[in-house]
């Protein structure tokens, strides 16, 4: 099923290193400061459902023997729940929804990544979505070596982030491949050269003309944005 969106749904993906995390953190700021209600969602996670499901996926010490198809299995019952708890109620009452990762990450880490059967991980995408996509998804990309690196320079970094450098240079290629497929929904930004102050900025531009060309503004503001 196609659910109608009345609100924007804007979705940040982007590999390991690239900042992708504390630049929708600046935007979300950025939009709030603006008026917009803003609702902030992260994958795995977002519910009480999801949140168990995402220390299963990410710190349990339990977890180094999941195979690849419950892993993404895990992921779209997190989304499945989001989408209809968080979601959709939020973009029927005209809300901007920021996502931190949605269902283009399991297309690129367990479809690209893992190797999974991309036809079974489409059917289970929109299974788990409804056939629901962003309206707009910035993905911040950079050098797989560059984000290894600095993925790894943290105290603390999850099982997605210890993956071997092969894995992550699938998933780099994985992405690529998603823009070149769709350039109109994607917003590639390089974050190795480009200073954060750039990189903030050019995000949030790309946010407000997609707006001001769907008349979108009023529309929001109408609603109590």
Known sequence: ???????????????????????????????????????????????????QIRHILQYSKKNKRMFPETELLLFAASRAQLTREVIIPSLEARKVVLADRYADSTTVYQG????????AVKKINELATGCLRPDITFLLDIPVKVGIERARG??????????????YKRVREGYLDLVRKE???????????????????????????YVDRGGLRDFLKRSGV
């Open 183 to 209: 350039p109109e929904r994607f917003k590639l930004i390089s974050t190795e050269i480009l200073s954060v102050k750039d990189v903030a900025r050019m995000i949030l531009s790309s946010f407000e003309i």
């Open 154 to 167: 943290k105290k603390l970094f999850d099982r997605m982030e210890n993956q071997s450098f092969d894995f």
């Open 112 to 119: 690209v990544g893992r190797g999974i059967d991309m036809g």
């Open 1 to 51: 099923m196609i659910y109608e969106k009345r609100g924007v749904f804007v979705s940040f993906e982007g590999e390991e290193g690239s900042g992708k995390s504390t630049y929708a953190k600046k935007f979300i700021n950025s939009l709030r400061e603006k008026g917009y209600n803003v609702v902030v969602i992260r994958e795995p996670g977002g519910t009480e459902i999801g949140e």
